[in-house]
């Protein structure tokens, strides 16, 4: 069966995850159901992520195995049609070797988290980022920031109910920039890079640090709760609203050229 790796972006707010559900949707589901429509008996699909319910993405990748042997394009654009309305799409389709696998073959994960700072609620970007009303510093932030990259036992930073075999894992980076907000306010990005995650580590490093933009924190204490190795150390664990899976890398980019 030819396999083909596919580029999919989605608005995570009507899904209950990525993950396939016995009853509720999700965007696995969704792709699969749209997938049904071009081939009977189709394999399962797989993701490089299994993004939480209310997360987003803009660059998750999964690999399907299909009986007929499509032109990439014709099959992004089947599965489009067919998708519809749910808020999913393909974005790019490549035929790939049959050893390629959308998680095991990943060599890093991109994730983008959106915080913007305004007294006013959001409206066009409701539901795809986290509103504060008050002020952050971004130099504190960055601070904070710096102490978490690195190898570390990430303890304190992942749910109690992570299922991954270790909490030691290796942070590639952590970028924080701030940039104006259409309408006034400031919109913070968190740029985050590592091969894997633990669960809800990106949200709960981004909880903890705006406590530090808004100076309940300080940079100390970020290196403190991670030290303690404590899941009651972390900070407030921020909303999913914020969180997009960016990107994922391979050692060959399926989607190159």
């Known amino acids: 069966m030819p396999r083909y790796a596919l580029k999919i972006e989605y608005d995570g707010g009507p899904f209950a995850g990525w993950q396939r559900q016995k009853d509720q949707p999700s965007v696995q589901g969704a792709v699969e159901a749209a997938l049904a429509k071009l081939g009977r008996d189709l394999p399962a699909i797989a993701a490089a992520g299994r993004t939480d319910a209310g997360v987003h993405a803009l660059g998750q990748v999964a690999h399907c195995d ?9 099959l992004a654009s089947a599965l489009n049609h067919h998708l519809k309305p749910a808020p999913v799409a393909v974005v790019a389709c490549a035929r790939v070797d049959d050893d390629f696998h959308a998680r095991f073959s990943a060599q890093e994960r991109r994730y983008l988290f959106r915080l913007v700072s305004r007294r006013a609620p ?8 986290w509103r504060v ?3 952050l510093s971004l130099d504190a932030m960055q601070a904070g920031a710096a102490r978490l990259v690195g190898r570390h036992d990430f303890t304190t930073f992942r749910s109690v ?3 991954a075999e270790s909490p030691v894992k290796t ?9 104006p907000y259409p309408g006034g306010g400031t919109e913070v990005r968190f740029h985050v890079r590592a091969r894997s995650f633990l669960h809800n580590q990106v949200r709960s490093f981004v909880g903890t640090l705006e406590r530090v933009g808004a100076g309940a924190w300080s940079p ?4 403190a709760a991670l030290e303690a190795r404590d899941r009651a150390a972390c900070g407030p664990v921020c909303p999913p609203e914020g969180l997009y899976l960016e990107g994922v890398g391979y050692p060959d980019d399926p989607f190159a050229g």
């Open 133 to 135: 009303s008050h002020g």
């Open 122 to 129: 959001l409206v066009h970007d409701r539901g795809r980022a």
């Open 161 to 163: 109910q992570c299922q």
């Open 171 to 179: 942070l590639d980076a952590l970028d924080v920039e701030a940039l």
């Open 66 to 74: 299909m009986v007929k042997d499509w032109d990439p394009f014709k």
């Open 220 to 223: 100390d204490d970020v290196t």
